[in-house]
Nanobody
Framework: QVQLVESGGGLVEAGGSLRLSCAASGRAFSSYTMGWFRQAPGKEREFVAAIIWTGGRTDYADSVKGRFTISRDNAKNTVALQMNSLKPKETAVYYC??????????????WGQGTQVTVSS
């Protein structure tokens, strides 16, 4: 069992940056792929980024490549998402998830409660 708690969301102007963090508790955090997803109002939850348990492999949605960076610290049981050059359409609730390597919601077994990110124009 893994419990996930996101933080770092908030209001930012278009073009600005935010850093999201996810703190994990429970066993075997370091053995899981960690992912970030987001869900805008009225839309499906979509994949944003993932990082394999070693930290040696990452994957990003095409829409965020070059602007977002995912990282993890297995010693601290944390994963972060650095988001730069944010756009208003990226306003959403951002979720941290733990599971197996992949970009589908079904690849992830554990989910946090989400943190709201609002990008103003």
């Amino acid at each position: 069992q893994v419990q996930l708690v996101e933080s770092g969301g908030g209001l930012v102007e278009a073009g600005g940056s935010l850093r999201l963090s996810c703190a994990a508790s429970g066993r075997a955090f370091s053995s899981y792929t960690m992912g970030w997803f987001r869900q805008a109002p009225g839309k499906e939850r979509e994949f944003v980024a993932a990082i394999i348990w070693t930290g040696g492999r990452t994957d990003y949605a095409d829409s965020v490549k070059g602007r977002f960076t995912i990282s993890r610290d297995n010693a601290k049981n944390t994963v972060a998402l650095q988001m730069n050059s944010l756009k208003p359409k990226e306003t959403a609730v951002y979720y941290c998830a733990a599971g197996r390597w992949g970009a589908s919601r079904s690849d992830y077994k554990y989910w946090g409660q989400g943190t709201q990110v609002t990008v103003s124009s």
